[in-house]
């Protein structure tokens, strides 16, 4: 079965600092990830998928197969960044999502 | 825009009653999914259904049955809630990717 780690349930960073946040899966074959977002009051929305290979609101996400991880990125952290941020997994061709426990990202002033 | 409608955005139920979380979708897909959100847990699949009357077991469906008699909707049962069912409920719908209603925070004392 697959599985999907985000270590960092807390984080927070400077606005202008660069941040990451981290994720794991586990599965044996060619998964397809994704992250998405909630701000506060918002409803859960995506962000980006790793076969898009685009950056939205200035994140970024590389698939690295070797480490199996899918960490999203983004050099300069704004304050309008917080939110709780979980990485999700779709085994294969399957339509139903794993998701990660997610990281409440704080941006302080 | 794709609009995913939950009917209640609070509801509070006492222990045993019968509850139903309805799921409407305007966007003609064929698939629809209830998940649990929970802290520390994130969000974990209850049941999902790819086309009218079809459902399938989701990671944690006991407690729990689904209704989909027709495409737009798709409806949660908890047939006896309990207390530890007391959760944020999160409708979605897809072709590709996910897009999530605004959730029900439900209530069971």
């Known amino acids: 079965a697959q599985r999907v780690t985000q270590p960092e349930k807390l984080l927070s960073v400077f606005k202008g600092a660069p941040v990451e946040l981290k994720c794991n899966y586990s599965?044996?074959?060619?998964?397809?990830l994704f992250w998405y977002v909630q701000y506060s009051r918002q409803r859960l929305q995506l962000l980006l998928r790793?076969?898009s290979r685009e950056s939205i609101k200035g994140f970024t996400a590389d698939l690295n197969k070797g480490e199996t991880s899918f960490h999203l990125k983004k050099p300069f952290a704004q304050e309008e960044d917080s939110a709780m941020y979980y990485c999700?997994?779709?085994?294969?061709?399957?339509?139903?999502?794993?998701f990660g426990s997610g990281t409440q990202l704080t941006v302080l002033p | 825009d794709v609009k995913v409608t939950q009917s209640s955005r609070y509801l509070v139920k006492r222990t045993g009653e019968k509850v139903f979380l309805e799921c409407v979708q305007d966007?003609?897909?064929?698939?629809m999914f209830w998940y649990r959100q929970d802290p520390g847990l994130g969000l974990r699949l209850i049941y999902f259904?790819?086309?009218?009357?079809?459902?399938e077991k989701g990671d944690i469906p006991e407690g729990y049955s689904v209704s989909r008699e027709k495409k737009e909707r798709f409806s949660l049962i908890l047939e006896s809630a309990s207390t530890n069912q007391t959760s944020m409920y999160l409708c979605a719908s897809s072709l590709g990717t996910q897009y999530f209603g605004p959730g029900t925070r439900l209530t069971v004392l």
């Open positions: 966007m003609d897909h064929e698939n």
């Open positions: 259904s790819y086309d009218v009357k079809m459902k």
């Open positions: 999700a997994l779709a085994p294969g061709s399957a339509r139903q999502l794993t």
């Open positions: 599965y044996s074959g060619s998964p397809e």
């Open positions: 790793h076969i």
